[in-house]
């Protein structure tokens, strides 16, 4: 049985246990010393409940999330869980805050045409490029983390655009290469 994980914004993608191991891992990694073995075993015990406990085939990010704060906190890394949960919170609320705005028909015109949606980013890369969507997701994921680094809270498409085309373009050279191999 394959487990889907059905993500914030309505889309989903198969379960992935590296994401789970690398929550834990920057939950762990704020505490004084980093716990990579303790963060592997914490990540291998989510996985192996979810294949062995869920019936359904589908659970929410939110779920995900507090199984490993639950696990966080049970195995006596409290501080751990509440600067992952704090990091977690941060990031959709930068997300919310960030406007898209449409530079692209007359240079003296801006309008805002809507919020950060990562899933914008995901469908056009499917739909107008035929890119996986695992692929794109990455993609995606890369690009949002340049924009919420930059710390803006307005953001112009055409920057978003030649963001997407760069990571586009490294991504997919280094999937042909890994393919070659």
């Not at 303790?38 to 869920?54: G, K, R």
């Not at 920057?159 to 085309?165: A, E």
Request: aromatic share 6%; hydrophobic share 40%.
């Amino acid at each position: 049985m394959q487990i889907r994980i059905v993500k914030s914004d309505g889309s989903d993608e198969p379960y992935l246990h590296t994401k789970v191991l690398g929550s834990f891992n920057h939950a762990l990694s704020h505490s004084e010393d980093e716990y990579l073995y303790a963060a592997e075993q914490m990540a291998e015990a989510v996985t192996f409940y979810l294949y062995q406990q869920v019936r359904q085939g589908t659970l929410s990010t939110d779920e995900i999330h507090q199984m490993i704060l639950n696990i966080l906190i049970s195995t006596g890394h409290e501080y751990a869980a509440a600067a992952l949960n704090e990091h977690r919170l941060k990031r959709k609320l930068r997300r919310k805050r960030i406007e898209v705005i449409d530079d692209t028909h007359h240079r003296n015109e801006l309008t805002v045409s809507g919020y950060w949606r990562k899933a914008r980013i995901v469908h056009d890369l499917t739909s107008e490029h035929c890119i996986d969507s695992l692929l794109a997701r990455a993609i995606a994921s890369s690009v949002e983390e340049k924009i919420l680094n930059l710390g803006l809270t307005k953001i112009r498409k055409s920057l978003i655009h030649h963001l997407v085309i760069a990571d586009m373009e490294t991504m997919l050279d280094a999937h042909h290469q890994l393919t070659a191999v």
